[in-house]
């Protein structure tokens, strides 16, 4: 895919290689960007049919954009950020990743089969399917050298704000403002969250600003933990090691899913969701014969990310996502077809719940997916609180749900203890620094 300009167009490009080929991509950009702009669509195989595997959603929720990088399987290259010289290997092919004969099996059991069961009790068969099978499964390889042995931290803070969008940035800016001293994690390369899908000049940008004093990017949260009962930890994960934060605060702003549509071979390379193709778009990417599907009625963000394409949004139902390791076109529930080398699916996300129900919220299923129940602006839960997509809150809440958190914040600093509503580190026994 060729280059045009967008928000991006001033980084510094550097040189590294995918599958032993020279790519250019920004310096410190999603790899899985840098792929797609270098034409790199079918990136990978999956484990069972080996189907060809495309990023996706951009947002470290498809697994469609594992790769092996310098030599460390399973890495999801949209949250791996560009670096001079990195070594970026396809996963899972038996020969190469545009031509892989065990994708056979997925033609030849298009309905799927339990490999539990297939051949089992027919003798010599049952031995030579498990030999076989013992031979190709999992996914990726174990690296060759072993890791480094990494730093592990122990910290406390008021706030610990997990996600970056602009909700997780109004829970950082209310803590300053109460003077609480806050951390704000995300597993992207950069903040932001749905405001890097839409363009520079939105209005909503400034949300962005000003940046967090503790902002860490390329941070994964591995769980929330109780290591001694009462007080509450969360473990972080980054490349330089782990961290282990005991809060008084948990903000959980963790935003949306991408949703899909339910058609046939939806999981093609070439299909984004809005949000990815938003990425693309202002990532300089040129997106090949585009064409965007919103079966349910086009989203905000979907229409933006038409205009800036300059294509008319299609409000029909998809049948099936047409090609072969890539996308050639698609067709409808109303028996016409179009052709199309990318098909960007426009439905209303689902908000990313998971964390909240780990922190022992109460979800409920609702028309958007799981929430919190109740709908409160922000919902709570002792020293947990939910904001922003995560809560089933649109776009345009972000400034009530800051003035709502200023308030929470606010009345937290002047009582003081709070021991119902906060989470207490106590007086320093457990709070070990350790290298
Ligand atoms: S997980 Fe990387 S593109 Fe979806």
Redesign the pocket.
Same mark, same amino acid.
């Given at each position: 895919m060729a280059e045009q300009t967008g928000r991006a167009g001033a980084e510094k490009t550097v040189a590294f290689t995918f599958d032993g080929e020279p790519v250019t991509g920004r310096l410190g950009e999603p790899l899985?960007v840098a792929l797609v702009r270098a034409g790199y669509i079918n990136l990978a195989r999956s484990p069972k049919f080996h189907r060809p595997r495309g990023?996706? /959603?951009?947002? =470290? =929720? /498809?697994? =469609? /954009?594992v790769l092996r990088v310098d030599g460390v399987p399973n890495v999801?290259? /949209?949250l791996e950020p560009v670096r001079d010289g990195v070594r970026v290997e396809s996963q899972n092919s038996a020969l190469t990743r545009r031509f892989d004969p065990l994708r056979g099996a997925d033609f030849t059991f298009p309905n799927g089969f339990n490999h539990h069961d297939f051949l089992a009790g027919i003798p010599i068969a049952e031995d030579l399917l498990a030999a076989f099978a013992r031979k190709v499964a999992g996914l990726g390889h174990l690296p060759t050298e072993p890791g480094s042995v990494r730093e592990a931290t122990v910290e406390t803070t008021d706030v610990l704000v997990v996600g970056s969008g602009p909700f997780g940035l109004a829970a950082a800016r209310a803590a300053a403002s109460a003077g609480l001293q806050s951390i704000v994690v995300d597993d992207a390369v950069a903040p932001g969250g749905v405001l890097r899908a839409f363009p520079a000049r939105d209005p909503r940008a400034a949300y962005l600003h000003p940046a967090p004093k503790d902002l860490r990017v390329g941070a994964t949260v591995v769980g929330i933990y109780d290591p001694d009962g009462k007080p509450r930890a969360l473990l972080l994960a980054r490349d330089r090691g782990a961290s282990l934060i005991y809060p008084k605060w948990f903000v959980f702003a963790t935003g949306n899913h991408d949703a899909t549509i339910p058609c046939g071979d939806e999981d093609r390379p070439g299909v984004f969701s809005a949000r990815a193709a938003g990425i693309l778009v202002e990532a300089g990417v040129v997106l090949q014969e585009p064409v965007l599907v919103a079966p349910r009625g086009a989203t905000e963000l979907g229409r933006s990310v038409a205009e800036r394409l300059g294509i008319t949004v299609i409000e029909k139902g998809v049948s099936e996502v047409l090609g072969l390791s890539e996308v050639r076109g698609v067709s409808f529930e109303d028996g016409t077809t179009l052709s199309a080398k990318t098909v960007i699916v426009d439905v209303p996300p689902a908000p990313a719940h998971e964390l909240l129900a780990e922190a022992g919220f109460a979800v409920v299923l609702g028309e958007a997916g799981f929430l919190p129940a109740g709908n409160s602006l922000v919902s709570r839960r002792n020293c947990f609180l939910a904001i922003g997509g995560a809560n089933g809150r649109a776009l345009g809440e972000v400034a009530a749900t800051e003035a709502a958190l200023d308030r929470i914040f606010s009345e937290a600093s002047v009582v003081d203890e709070g021991a119902e509503e906060k989470n207490s580190p106590g007086d320093g026994e457990h709070i070990k620094h350790t290298k």
């Open positions: 899985a990023p996706s /959603c951009l947002r =470290g =929720g /498809c697994d =469609g /954009c999801l290259s /949209c």
